[in-house]
């Protein structure tokens, strides 16, 4: 059932690699999260097998080879005087178990990224299919047509190829190639960062709060409130806005010197943005994710996938290195996403802290009142 959906999307997008890898992500992750298959008889009731034996299947030559090499060494059969190769050959194979399971290790974390909540489903769909393989899902059994296979290379790297009928052609991963990523804080699948705690983080540090706000865990207190500094005055005392809450009754809410606080936050805005900027990687993830449509949380929490970019997505493939523009773009939205998420719910309808001023009041008497008092205050 979940090849048969595959084989739809992918005939409907095999034009388009972007959405397709959106389509196919998103598919196999509902189609997980669902649970459908356990309704399906005809899986439940067939053997399925989902043991590859990747380990035995490569070493199942070695010893025999490991032997001949000792034995034309000692027999002095070398295909030099100094038995150069052979005695490389064979430092490789017994260095070989522990390469390699550092190296399914790397690909296994690697490959858990596709399982994190807040994924970037422009990731190559590969690596979903792949995952699904190593973590034994339902539908990715080699009783399902997939397959990996370890194969010790004679340059004594490893090679781990994917395959199955989900996959346009097989996925080769190379021991040594992954291991110059991943020492270059480089990642095989893209990781979106957590702006949830790096937003909260920023609205701490940025010193729009008074210091009893901040609790010892350096998170903001329940009952935070912007800094009396940042209110907006008018001959010394709080500019009040009138709101009409019905009936011809009002009441006063507080304004707050956006200037101000965007002058503050700003150098640390920057500083926050420079240091996703710094893993292109992430950056593109929380664009897609997060960034581009200018979602809320509260959108992206009610989605199936959190909010994605779709046809306004940025390609790891076609967009890496960042260009100047995408940065621009990016800090742009980065800031929208901060004050449209986590400052605004400080500086919306919050009521004056003196209690009279707090009070309902005749709408009209009000609003003649503050007419009469800006006059008084511009003679």
Known sequence: MLLQLQEVLWQQNNKNMENKNITTNL?????????????????????VDTEFGVLNAAYQETGREYAKLKMDIQQGKCMDQYCSAETVRITQLEGAPKLSLEFLANVTS??????????DPNNDFCFMIANCILTKKPGFSKTDG??????????GTQQLVFTGPGFDKPLQINSAALSTLLESDTSLVADTPELSKDMSKLLVESGIFSPDAVGENQQLSAAAKISEEFILKFNGKPDYEIIDIGEGKGRNILRYDMDKIDKKVEPFMNA?????????????AAWNVFLSKGTSEEEDDQM???????????????????????KIM??????????????????????????????????????????????????
């Open 330 to 379: 990016f800090a742009d939205k980065y800031k929208e996403y901060f004050f449209k998420n986590y400052l605004k719910q400080f500086i919306t309808n919050k009521l004056p802290s003196v209690e009279e001023d707090a009070a309902i009041f005749d709408l009209a008497e009000a609003q003649e009142a503050k007419a009469q008092q800006f006059m008084e205050g511009n003679q």
């Open 27 to 47: 598919l196999i992750k509902q189609m997980i999260q669902s649970d459908a298959i356990a309704y399906d008889d005809s899986y439940v009731g067939s053997p």
């Open 304 to 326: 199936v996938q959190n909010a994605n970019a779709g046809t306004s997505s940025w390609s790891y493939k076609d967009d890496l290195p960042l260009e100047q523009d995408k």
């Open 272 to 284: 926050e943005i420079a240091g996703v900027l710094s893993a292109e990687q992430e950056a593109i």
């Open 110 to 119: 690697e490959l858990a990224t596709v399982e994190t909540p807040y994924y």
């Open 146 to 155: 997939y397959d990996i296979s370890l194969t010790l290379l004679e340059n």
